[in-house]
């Protein structure tokens, strides 16, 4: 353990680590002492006004852009100063669902699935056709969708074969940008579905910007909130619901959010569920984790 991170040492399941990452673009200061942890198998939802670093942040946790100070542990690795090889070997291990699919237009929609095993592993043709069939399964594809091309899918079986690549090599982290965008209600609750499917029966760690609030109310265990170049709060939408800063009010207040709460209050008095105590600190350290 290294003794200068003294001021927020994460909890010992975390399985990223973020310790005061700063981020710069020229002049323009887009982070300033980012500190959050996600534990293995939560989903963590990071949400923040348009231009607030979400996406920028995604990209330095999945290597494709680096921060300009701090600590960013995934996997337990140091990303500052990984080799090309380190690099390889923990994409192998974390998925990745794009905003607007990525998918290869020329690929059949079971070839772009079966994509990262023909990169990183060396199984045949067959097998990895049958992999890649079982992983459109799991995003809740039927067979027949394999042979289609990503021009002849809708929004929602887009995302979804997306999502089956990105579980193509059985990862252990999973990023989701913006998963329900662009869908109609019955889809993106089919999303929801999904992502809590994954966490519950395959112990992933899914960490997704969104700002569909019935996502953030029904799936997300816990969320950090940026704004200002930094973490506004991190918690539980139930206890982000309660603190009263600029930053997140708007999260919980306009009719949108109203509706999304009162469904959620109509979802706990079936099954109730405590409010757990407020959690000040930033870090979310000291709260455990909503189950
Ligand atoms: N490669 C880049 N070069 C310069 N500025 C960038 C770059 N990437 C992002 N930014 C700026 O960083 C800020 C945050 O962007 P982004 O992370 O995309 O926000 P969000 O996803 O929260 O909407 C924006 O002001 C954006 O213009
Ligand atoms: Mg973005």
């Known amino acids: 353990m290294n003794a200068t991170l003294n001021a927020s040492r994460p909890p010992d399941d975390a399985v990223i680590e973020l310790i005061q990452v700063s981020t710069r673009f020229g002049e323009h200061v887009v982070h300033r002492d980012v500190t ?18 979400k996406s920028t942040l995604l990209r330095e946790m999945i ?7 701090g600590t960013l542990r995934v ?3 140091d990303l500052a100063n990984i080799t090309d090889d380190d690099a390889l070997a923990l994409r192998r291990r974390w998925g990745v669902m794009f905003q ?7 690929l059949t929609v079971l ?8 990169e990183h592993t060396a199984l045949g043709d067959g097998l990895i056709d049958e992999i890649a069939a079982w992983k459109l399964a799991l995003a809740g594809l039927k067979p027949e969708v394999g042979a289609q091309y990503p021009s002849e899918l809708s929004g ?19 990023f989701l940008d913006e998963p329900t965008a662009g869908l109609d209600p019955d889809s993106a609750a089919g999303v929801d579905e999904l992502v809590l499917k994954l966490r ?25 909130v940026l704004g200002d170049g930094t973490v506004q709060g991190i918690g539980s ?24 709460l009162a469904q959620n209050d109509a979802i706990q008095q079936v099954r109730p569920v405590p409010v757990p105590d407020l959690d000040p600190a930033l870090t979310g350290e000291a709260s455990s984790k909503p189950k």
């Open 36 to 53: 959050l942890a996600v534990r293995r198998a939560e989903v963590f939802a990071i949400i923040g006004g348009s231009g607030s670093g």
């Open 63 to 69: 290597l494709l852009q680096r921060p300009s100070a």
């Open 75 to 77: 996997l337990g690795v």
């Open 100 to 106: 607007h699919g990525g998918l290869f237009g020329a």
């Open 111 to 118: 070839e772009n699935v079966g994509l990262p095993l023909r």
């Open 156 to 174: 929602g079986m887009m995302k979804r074969a997306s999502l089956a690549r990105a579980l193509a090599l059985d990862p252990e982290l999973l």
């Open 200 to 224: 519950d029966l395959f112990g992933l760690t899914i960490v997704m910007i969104t700002h569909d609030l019935d996502l953030l109310w029904q799936v997300a265990d816990r969320v950090a």
């Open 237 to 260: 939408m139930a206890q982000l619901s309660h603190m009263d800063r600029p930053a997140i009010r708007p999260f919980f207040h306009g009719p949108r959010a109203r509706a999304a």
